[in-house]
């Protein structure tokens, strides 16, 4: 799952003190340890060998492997967190109606919605019995791309060729795969990665991509800085809308910026966004963002 | 017999009609799962849920309550308010499947101590009538696999722990989920306090109700509503205690006979007839409970 920023701003807020209702609980996601202690915090990124919790001490990383359970403060999340638990062990059916249990808290969130159609695109590949041998060769040969692992996690397009699939879907060298249907690919063995992508001819995929962009001034003098307007949404600092500056940086409305020059917004307000992009003005700003990409997989004719 | 109310009742009704039939005269007790918070902390949408209530005669309401921050605690109490001023009683719903194993007791006995703090915290009429587990161990897919006694035994010890704190703020009711199968398969059945039984028997011993979830949807014949749950009912007589038969709406499950989602209004309102009419003599009978209100909006919209 991507990165979380929901209720950040309580643990800015010093959430641990609020209390209220109910009175014996803290709003805060528990992680409990297979050696009998617990975190309180907030999950705010789930991989596969890992979870990073934010706490009021800073981030800390937990490995699953030590995790005995893991319970958030949305009900939701709860049965989102088993689904994925269910598919990774292989169990569909079980993943799909721990999904439906998360959708009928909120059948809108993009989590849930990602949840859904990524259990049932592996329950189609079961279904139709669908495989490829050498995952990462049927990348390079059907959609044009190689995968590269990185040390910080999710993999690299090392190579997109021209012309492809890959390249008319918009990827590009360097664009880091980051999720699959809102599965976090970080982390994972680059055949594992190219399993995921690849899949029926005509089915869909999600993919949210990681790219690397600079904004400046100076590419289109006159324009109005920064060329994009920011908003602050549950899934974090988003393009509300772009400018001519904005969108000659090769930005989109929808992207979500988690980076401006290599500061993380995670923790970021709104109006600090915007002060430190006044502070910027005029200067080459390097944007981290996120996109997330709809996908119509390529046949045996994909190339 | 059956025939002749469900005649009656459709043309008394009619497709799209807001009402339910009954064979005295007075609409079928309903019931309904709410899960999404939101229909409380949104004005709008809690008026819109109360004016459906009052259309669809929903007497009893299990509501998702947990964890919820302050702002949301305030807003609670005052659906509760208008809830109670409607008539209609509200049972705080929460639930996870690892709340039935053993070592994580401490999070639902919590959750229960906060409903009963937010209770004495506030006016009678803005407090929950109920407790309500949704729990489904079985969702535990591997675990319940390899040791469903565990999780039973989990769930069972749970509920009496939770039972204890509502024993001491009577009128404060106690309602569990149960699936229809925990009482037609010989395989779940437990000794539990000496005594061997099928969970949903041991349950009904010590709550108050149990709101079966008998997703069929068709009411007769042998793999229909009314055989899923006579046995729940039989029990419940004898014990003195409530069940709801719970019905799914959901459209797009599977397999689909699980489900009215996607049918007509006329045949849902059709087979709750026959339920009804099965049902309603049994003193244990508390009504039907739709599961739920996203999902039954669509179908009788």
């Not at chain 1, 359970?69 to 999340?77: H, K, M, S, V």
């Not at chain 2, 949408?45 to 004016?51: F, G, I, M, Y």
């Not at chain 2, 009678?124 to 309500?132: Q, T």
Request: net charge negative.
């Amino acid at each position: 799952m991507p990165p979380r920023t929901r209720l950040l701003t309580l643990i800015l807020g010093g959430w641990l003190l609020v209390g209220g209702w109910p009175v014996t609980s803290a709003q805060a996601d528990e992680i409990y340890f297979t050696s009998g202690e617990s975190l309180k915090g907030l999950v705010v990124e789930e991989h596969v060998d890992r979870l990073v919790v934010s706490t009021v001490d800073g981030e800390r990383v937990v490995w699953r492997r030590d995790v005995d359970e893991a319970f958030f403060d949305d009900p939701e999340r709860n049965y989102l967190y088993l689904g994925d638990e269910a598919l990774e062990a292989g169990d569909v059916h079980g993943a799909v109606a721990l999904f439906q249990k998360a959708a009928q808290f909120n059948a809108e969130l993009e989590e849930v919605r990602d949840a859904l159609r990524r259990a049932d695109d592996r329950r189609r590949k079961l279904e139709t019995l669908w495989e490829v041998r050498d995952p990462e060769a049927a990348l390079r040969k059907h959609w044009g791309l190689r995968l590269a692992p990185t040390t910080g996690g999710a993999p690299k397009i090392a190579v997109v060729t021209t012309p492809s699939f890959a390249e008319r879907a918009g990827l590009q060298a360097d664009d880091q795969v980051m999720a699959i249907w809102g599965a976090s690919m970080a982390y994972r063995p680059v055949t594992q990665v190219a399993e995921w992508l690849l899949g029926p001819s005509g089915s869909a995929v999600k993919l949210l991509i990681q790219r690397d962009l600079v904004l400046s001034a100076s590419a289109l003098p006159g324009g109005k800085w920064p060329g994009f307007e920011p908003a602050m949404t549950p899934a974090g600092l988003t393009v509300a809308e772009t400018g001519p500056l904005g969108a000659a940086a090769g930005l989109r409305p929808g992207d979500r910026i988690v980076a401006i020059n290599g500061h993380a917004t995670r923790y970021l307000p709104l109006a600090s966004v915007r002060a430190l992009l006044d502070r910027l003005k005029g200067t080459n700003v390097s944007l981290q963002i996120q996109r997330a990409l709809f996908l119509t997989r390529p046949g045996e004719e994909g190339t | 017999m059956i025939g002749r109310l469900l005649l009656a009742f459709l043309l008394l009704c009619g497709p799209g009609a807001s009402c339910l039939p009954a064979s005295d005269g007075s609409p079928v007790p309903l019931a309904m799962w709410v899960w999404d918070a939101r229909h409380i902390t949104s004005q709008p949408a809690r008026d819109q849920l109360l004016a459906f209530c009052r259309t669809q005669h929903i007497a009893t309401l299990y509501v998702t309550a947990y964890q919820l921050p302050p702002d949301d605690a305030a807003l609670y109490r005052v659906f509760l308010r208008a809830a109670h001023h409607q008539g209609i009683s509200v049972q705080a719903l929460a639930g996870d499947p690892r709340w039935a194993l053993s070592r994580y007791h401490h999070l639902p006995l919590a959750w229960a101590e906060g409903i009963l703090a937010f209770n004495q915290a506030g006016r009678p009429e803005e407090r929950f009538d109920g407790l309500h587990t949704d729990i489904e161990p079985y969702l535990l897919t591997k675990a319940w696999s390899d040791h469903p006694a565990q999780l039973l035994g989990g769930l069972l010890n749970l509920h009496a722990k939770i039972a204890d704190r509502v024993a001491d703020h009577r009128p404060l009711q106690l309602g569990v989920d149960v699936p229809f199968w925990f009482d037609d398969d010989p395989a779940y059945l437990i000794e539990w306090h000496g005594q061997v039984k099928a969970p949903s028997h041991h349950l009904l011993d010590v709550a108050d109700s149990e709101t079966v979830m008998d997703y069929r949807n068709y009411a007769e014949g042998a793999d229909g509503a009314i055989a899923l749950a006579t046995q729940e009912l039989d029990y419940a007589d004898q014990v003195g205690k409530t069940v709801f038969i719970g019905q799914e709406t959901q459209p797009d499950l599977f397999p689909s006979y699980i489900t009215y989602g996607g049918k007509p209004a006329a045949y849902w309102w059709g087979e709750v007839a026959k339920l009804a009419a099965a049902f309603r003599g049994r003193k244990s009978f508390g009504g039907v409970a739709v599961h739920h209100y996203d999902s039954y909006r669509k179908l009788v919209g």
